[in-house]
């Protein structure tokens, strides 16, 4: 597995394998890996000639520098696991001047108001630090298809949105979520846990489970006040958001429409750890 630490020396590899006619699939990650990130690469790797990662913790995509300051960063232990795992062929870690060459700030981005829901709600100018640095590794690493987890599934619209509008010719490509044995959906932030807390995070999986059933069931109204009353008894546990939402415009509903999909959104705060998660409703 190749290291590349530098634009320039990614250039000059892309410039290689693109000469070879190689088709590339890229999944860009913040580091901190784990085997949902391996997932990813497990999808790449049954479709392109080639696999690359890249590893940068984005500045831009950060509200509070409390939380990027206390993002979890081990880069050997990265590359060690990409060599490790055998499915990733380079892996680009680049400087923040490589990404950002002159100010480190966003682009600013129109997303037909995708970026104003949910998560945007809560983290103004999230949504555009994720388009900037996802569109500027995109023009770097010039990949055929590109990777992304199911568990950012607001994230992962407003990238197929950007691809869209930009007219990009990038094949995105969603990925179930990965989930530990409890069916804790894998998260880096899930290290910052202690075990004990791992272990009863497992609540926000059942509950899911449990909205899937109750789905056209009982009203959107009384899904919610159940959910609320499950976290009410959690200790440690703070429920910040659940709803459930048209899975193409990210519009939370009240109500079933027979020819629309829909999914159920959680994020819950365990002992001061942000946990999202989300399920495709039946």
């Avoid at 590893?55 to 509070?64: D, S």
């Avoid at 060690?80 to 100010?103: C, N, Q, R």
């Avoid at 048209?246 to 509903?253: A, H």
């Amino acid at each position: 597995m190749e290291v590349l630490k530098s634009k320039k020396v990614l250039q000059d590899f892309i410039e290689r394998q693109k000469e070879m006619g190689k088709k590339i699939g890229f999944a860009p990650t913040m580091g901190a890996l784990h085997d949902g990130h391996l997932s990813l690469y497990k999808a790449a790797r049954e479709e392109n000639d080639l696999v690359i990662s890249s590893i940068f913790v984005n500045p831009t995509q950060f509200n509070n520098r409390e939380d990027l300051e206390k993002y979890p960063r081990d880069i050997n232990r990265d590359i060690s696991i990409l060599e490790k795992s055998g499915l990733v062929d380079a892996v680009y870690i680049p400087e923040v001047t490589d990404i950002y060459p002159e100010k480190t700030e966003s682009q600013h981005y129109d997303f037909d108001g995708l970026e104003n829901e949910m998560e945007g709600k809560s983290r103004p100018g999230h949504f555009d630090g994720v388009g900037t640095v996802v569109e500027e590794l995109f023009s770097q690493v010039k990949p055929d298809n590109a990777y992304f987890g199911e568990k950012d599934f607001q994230q992962l619209a407003i990238i197929k949105k950007m691809v869209e509008k930009k007219k990009l010719l990038i094949n995105i490509k969603g990925v179930p979520i990965y989930r530990a044995e409890n069916g804790l959906a894998l998260s880096s932030r899930n290290q910052r846990l202690h075990e004990d807390r791992r272990v009863a995070s497992a609540v926000i999986y059942e509950t899911l489970k449990k909205v899937n059933d109750w789905f056209r069931v009982i009203t959107v109204p009384e899904i919610k006040a159940r959910v609320q009353d499950i976290f009410d008894q959690q200790r440690g546990m703070q429920l910040e958001y659940f709803l459930i939402a048209d899975e193409e415009t990210l519009k939370e509903t009240d109500f079933f429409y027979k020819d629309r999909k829909f999914r159920a959104f959680i994020v819950v705060v365990v002992d001061g750890v942000r946990l999202i998660d989300n399920m495709p409703l039946d």
